[in-house]
């Protein structure tokens, strides 16, 4: 099954303790990106990438790594999290970024 | 830059009714529009899209959304609803040979309830 997948699902963590999302899919997909969604505020891009080894900042990517190592997979790491990054967070992917986006099932992440 | 807005935060109707939810956008080059449905506790499904060809697009489940390019707008429309349509509905849009390559701009969303 075509898909985009993330893990975890949940997760609840402490400030300042480092975390990684993880975010994969299988469909050969060149592009990724990472959103997050608040309340109010739609859904706002944190960092995509174009291809392998290509990435780069969105609207909101402060407090955000990511990296791309490989076509299937676009890790986004919190380095040091804070409370405000309190929120629901989408990977997606596109065969060629302009058009529409895979979105996987989210990752609701709490910051105490 | 491209920016989006949804008039309606939260639309309730009753099953069976009509309903329009209202999406502008404001972009310097041309766009492509998307609609997106979250059901509750769920991730964005694509409902439709407007890429080029015909103005007036259709999903498979009954709603429509014409794009006007005069008045920047992309309203979705239902003739009839139903409740299983409950759902938040983000309208996006994407430039077309802009600087923000690939990226979706998203509205702030209308939470569409159907009450019986």
């Known amino acids: 099954e075509a898909q985009v997948t993330q893990n975890p699902r949940y997760l609840i963590t402490v400030t300042g303790k480092k975390l990684t999302v993880t975010c994969s899919q299988n469909?050969?997909?060149?592009?990724m990106s990472w959103y997050r969604q608040d309340p109010g505020l739609g859904l706002r891009q944190i960092y995509y990438?174009?291809?392998?080894?290509?990435?780069d900042k969105g609207d909101v990517p402060e407090g955000y790594k990511v990296s791309r190592k490989e076509k299937r997979n676009f890790p986004l790491i919190l380095e040091s999290p804070s409370p405000n990054q309190t929120s629901l967070y989408f990977c997606?992917?596109?065969?060629?970024?302009?058009?529409?986006?895979?979105f996987g099932p989210g990752t609701r992440l709490t910051v105490t | 830059a491209q920016s989006v807005t949804q008039l309606d935060s939260q639309v309730p109707v009753f099953e069976e009714a009509p309903v329009e939810l209202r999406c502008n956008y404001s972009?310097?080059?041309?766009?492509?529009l998307f609609w997106y449905v979250q059901y509750p506790n769920q991730g964005l499904q694509l409902l439709l899209k407007?890429?080029?060809?015909?103005?007036l697009v259709e999903s498979i489940n009954g709603f429509e959304a014409e794009f006007n390019k005069s008045q920047t707008s992309f309203h979705l429309r239902k003739p009839s609803v139903h409740i299983s349509d409950t759902a938040e509905y983000f309208c996006?849009?994407?430039?077309?040979?802009?600087?923000?390559?690939?990226?979706?701009?998203f509205g702030q969303g209308t939470i569409l309830t159907v009450h019986p």
């Open positions: 990438s174009m291809n392998v080894e290509v990435t």
């Open positions: 972009s310097s080059v041309s766009v492509y």
């Open positions: 997606a992917s596109s065969p060629m970024g302009v058009g529409e986006q895979y």
């Open positions: 469909m050969n997909h060149e592009y």
């Open positions: 996006a849009v994407s430039d077309i040979g802009g600087t923000s390559y690939g990226k979706l701009t």
């Open positions: 407007y890429l080029s060809g015909s103005t």
